[in-house]
């Protein structure tokens, strides 16, 4: 792992503990530039050399990581709409093996969903030993859009203690405990927040409406859901503030940049699997022999 991928690691990392201000971090990452690869390059050609190189970097541990066998790794996206989580996951993993990788979008959890516990459909998608899973919003929502809107608690089917105040406290100790399960069973958990500002997320909206070609990813709901922005930002701070941890940190991208985005996501992703205790299987002497043999046996042939 290089310099410049601790240090923007280090950077965007939210300490466990800290008490997290969204409107005191910048979203538009000019004070990433001096983490990106260095030189006198504009600052996107920097972020577009880093994506580069990060990407090539994935892809060589993405196969230590598979030839290994004893980790996985999950990647939790979460942002408001248009916040570029889409984009993200197709730019980074783009160098990747289709084989090692998973992909999971959760929208409104369906009824058999909603009759277990709100962990029971995204354990279901784990990633196993050796692949990579990502998580286009994830398990977050239920302490992001339910508590926005906490009507939809009725629909949990939760007993009465389980609707009370100390439900999304007693939910970041759940979802704490489960990260922590899962960090000692083998995978890192590695969970992002693409910090959108409100003036950007409006003009990526109004793009999708002004541009044919991308209609289709516009709802309604997208600008429904605006009214609600002071409320989701509450929500986000409260979330990064009590489940960034030592075993399971939180990430704040800036996101106003796709390129920055992409290319931070990418360096943390790169250089975490890098720093795995990650071996290659070795041949024991008897399988040496019997690799002779054959090999032996193939020149003959």
Known sequence: MSKHHRRL??????????????????????????????????????????????????????????????????????????????????????????????????????????????????????????????????????????????????TRFLPAPGKGGRVWRERFDDINAFERHLVRNGTVVLKFFLHLSRDEQRARLLKRIDTREKRWKFTSADVEERAYWDDYMSAYENMLSATSTRHAPWFIIPADDKHIARASVAATLSGTIASLPLHLPLASSVEHRRLAQLRAKLLRT
């Open 9 to 154: 690691i280090r950077h965007c990392r939210v300490r466990p503990g800290t008490r997290v201000r969204l409107n005191q971090i910048d979203p538009v990452g000019t004070d990433l530039a001096r983490f990106v690869l260095p030189g006198d390059a504009p600052l996107r050609a920097r972020a577009e050399a880093l994506l580069e190189h990060s990407r090539m970097e994935l892809s060589i541990q993405q196969e230590r990581l598979w030839a290994s066998n004893t980790h996985s790794v999950l990647v939790i996206l979460q942002g408001m709409d248009a916040s570029g989580k889409d984009g993200t996951i197709k730019h980074v993993m783009s160098g990747v093996s289709p084989q090692g990788c998973e992909v999971h979008s959760f929208g409104v959890p369906s009824h058999e969903e909603l009759s277990h516990n709100f962990l029971w459909r995204y354990s279901n998608r784990l990633p196993a030993r050796g692949r990579i899973g990502l998580f286009n919003r994830s398990y977050y929502e239920e302490v992001l859009v339910v508590r926005v809107h906490p009507q939809l608690l009725a």
